[in-house]
T-cell receptor, first 112, second 115 residues
Framework: NAGVTQTPKFRILKIGQSMTLQCTQD?????MYWYRQDPGMGLKLIYY???????DKGEVPNGYNVSRSTTEDFPLRLELAAPSQTSVYFC???????????FGQGTRLTVV | AQTVTQSQPEMSVQEAETVTLSCTYD???????LFWYKQPPSRQMILVIR??????QNATENRFSVNFQKAAKSFSLKISDSQLGDTAMYFC????????????FGKGTKLSVKP
């Protein structure tokens, strides 16, 4: 049982480049989330999804896009990377609205 | 607004001693879950313990226990017999089942266990 799998684990981007962070879960969870973790700031919600085909913005969505074409996958797209997007990104999922969250191992992204 | 506050950015404890991490929260929801997660240097987020708001009994998992005071909206984590492997960031968070992204995190407490 792989749980939540995020790729890549590390990435360095140049300003203006684009990339997609991949997130896959094999637990048939409806709820999926993308967070960023900045030092001393805890986790901030970027986007979330309550099921395939349904996504919504969180607290800090600017500069990001998501899609949810299947229950399993929830990729996060960064367009025109900026230094302010340097952070650690976590994907998470949960089975029910009030359930425990399962996290991927995180992606450390540096924009230079 | 739903909020979670961890007022201790850093704490340290001697190995084998007991330490308590504080968490307060605010919500207008009647049903919610509270969690403590541990994040070691590996970055992996690991569930430590959960508490359902409708349960009065405090949750316990081996050396980890919570003091859940619903009226005071307080949810502290007690770690007994601290071990070096407990060194990590600890996050308190609430799942209130809301429609606007329902997981609310505190900023974390960095715990160092000293030999």
């Amino acid at each position: 049982n792989a749980g939540v799998t995020q790729t890549p684990k590390f990435r360095i981007l140049k300003i203006g480049q684009s990339m997609t962070l991949q997130c896959t879960q094999d637990m048939n969870h409806n709820y999926m989330y993308w967070y960023r973790q900045d030092p001393g700031m805890g986790l901030k919600l970027i986007y979330y999804s309550v099921g395939a085909g349904i996504t919504d913005k969180g607290e800090v969505p600017n500069g990001y896009n998501v899609s949810r074409s299947t229950t399993e996958d929830f990729p996060l797209r960064l367009e025109l990377a900026a230094p302010s997007q340097t952070s650690v990104y976590f994907c998470a999922s949960s089975y029910v609205q009030l359930g425990e969250a399962f996290f991927g191992q995180g992606t450390r992204l540096t924009v230079v | 607004a739903q909020t979670v506050t961890q007022s201790q950015p850093e704490m340290s404890v001697q190995e084998a001693e007991t330490v308590t991490l504080s968490c307060t929260y605010d919500t207008s929801e009647s049903n919610y879950y509270l969690f403590w997660y541990k994040q070691p240097p590996s970055r992996q987020m690991i569930l430590v313990i959960r508490q359902e708001a409708y349960k009065q009994q405090n949750a316990t998992e081996n050396r980890f226990s919570v003091n859940f005071q619903k009226a005071a909206k307080s949810f502290s984590l007690k770690i007994s017999d601290s071990q070096l492997g407990d060194t990590a960031m600890y996050f308190c968070f609430m799942n209130y089942g809301g429609s606007q992204g329902n997981l609310i995190f505190g900023k974390g407490t960095k715990l160092s266990v000293k030999p």
